[in-house]
């Protein structure tokens, strides 16, 4: 079966940088898409990035570009989300998603 495994969050302060993994199995990784999404407390999950199958495309919400990349690395059936200087707005929990399947998610939170 479909799993996605997430890991890599924690608690930083502003300015500093995290990276997300996300592990998958069950499913040939290297045919699908893969996204990022995120909720912080109260909010609906959005959309944090998208990547190709081969890792060449990728696209990034407007919050995040020039700060987070989005990466893959299919011989290891991984994605990540590498987060260089995170804000206080980016606290929340990191979703993997493949089409309607998702991780269980890993919290990051941003504070001093």
């Known amino acids: 079966q479909v799993q996605l495994v997430e890991s890599g969050g924690g608690l930083v302060q502003p300015g500093e940088s995290l990276r997300l993994s996300c592990v998958a199995s069950?499913?040939?990784?290297?045919?699908?898409?893969m996204h990022w999404y995120r909720q912080a407390p109260g909010k609906e999950r959005e959309f944090v990035a998208f990547?190709?199958?081969?890792?060449?495309?990728?696209n990034y919400a407007d919050s995040v570009k020039g700060r987070f990349t989005i990466s893959r690395d299919n011989t290891k059936n991984t994605l990540y989300l590498q987060m260089n200087n995170l804000k206080p707005e980016d606290t929340a929990v990191y979703y993997c998603?493949?089409?309607?399947?998702w991780g269980q998610g890993t919290q990051v939170t941003v504070a001093s």
């Open positions: 990547i190709g199958t081969a890792g060449r495309n990728t």
């Open positions: 069950g499913f040939t990784f290297s045919a699908y898409v």
């Open positions: 998603r493949r089409n309607n399947y």
